[in-house]
């Protein structure tokens, strides 16, 4: 949901909820006051402001968790970005959610084109596009010819697995 959208609601939401809750003040107040010729509309009145305070409720409470999905994701666009590479379970944590939920959220960035990248299953690690673009061309330890078990980009450090040899 755009914030735009997001606002309209929000707004939408709070016109009700007010409206509700002055025709809530207005049925109390008649029913109070003893001198009023109407109180036995009061009840009615009350009642029916009922009508405006549910659903404004629901849409401030449905505006606010899309705005928090929505920070989420800008969040976790940022991260992506930032880190070119990272794992679910890193994201997860740096977001402060499970790692189903920050799966769940780069599914949804990636579906708004705000991410663009690939996820390795073998690492579980996702990649932006331009980090793909800047992969090291070593695949080879240099020192001992084992292969590495995953792939380096350009300007990380890269340490053997076997003998532990350190390269940039």
């Given at each position: 949901?755009?914030?735009?959208?997001?606002?309209?609601?929000?707004?939408?939401?709070?016109?009700?909820?007010?409206?509700g809750i002055f025709l809530l003040v207005v049925g109390f107040g008649m029913l109070v006051d003893r001198e009023q010729k109407d109180r036995d509309k009061a009840p009615?009145?009350?009642?029916?402001?009922?009508?405006?305070?549910?659903?404004?409720?629901?849409?401030?409470?449905?505006?606010?968790?899309?705005?928090?999905?929505?920070?989420?994701?800008?969040?976790?666009?940022?991260?992506?970005?930032?880190?070119?590479?990272?794992?679910?379970?890193?994201?997860?944590?740096?977001?402060?959610?499970?790692?189903?939920?920050?799966?769940?959220?780069?599914?949804?960035?990636?579906?708004?084109?705000?991410?663009?990248?690939?996820?390795?299953?073998?690492?579980?690690?996702?990649?932006?596009?331009?980090?793909?673009?800047?992969?090291?061309?070593?695949?080879?330890?240099?020192?001992?010819?084992?292969?590495?078990?995953?792939?380096?980009?350009?300007?990380?450090?890269?340490?053997?697995?076997?003998?532990?040899?350190?390269?940039?």
């Open positions: 949901m755009s914030l735009k959208k997001n606002l309209i609601q929000k707004f939408f939401g709070y016109i009700l909820l007010f409206f009615s009145i009350m009642i029916f402001s009922t009508a405006f305070i549910i659903p404004g409720s629901i849409l401030v409470f449905f505006a606010k968790k899309n705005n928090k999905i929505e920070e989420q994701i800008q969040s976790l666009t940022a991260l992506v970005k930032t880190y070119r590479r990272i794992t679910i379970d890193e994201l997860a944590l740096k977001l402060g959610t499970t790692p189903p939920r920050a799966e769940l959220l780069l599914t949804r960035a990636i579906s708004m084109n705000l991410v663009d990248g690939n996820f390795d299953r073998t690492t579980s690690e996702f990649y932006t596009q331009a980090s793909v673009d800047e992969k090291a061309s070593m695949r080879f330890c240099p020192s001992c010819g084992a292969s590495f078990d995953r792939i380096f980009l350009a300007g990380e450090t890269i340490k053997c697995s076997k003998c532990g040899m350190i390269s940039s």
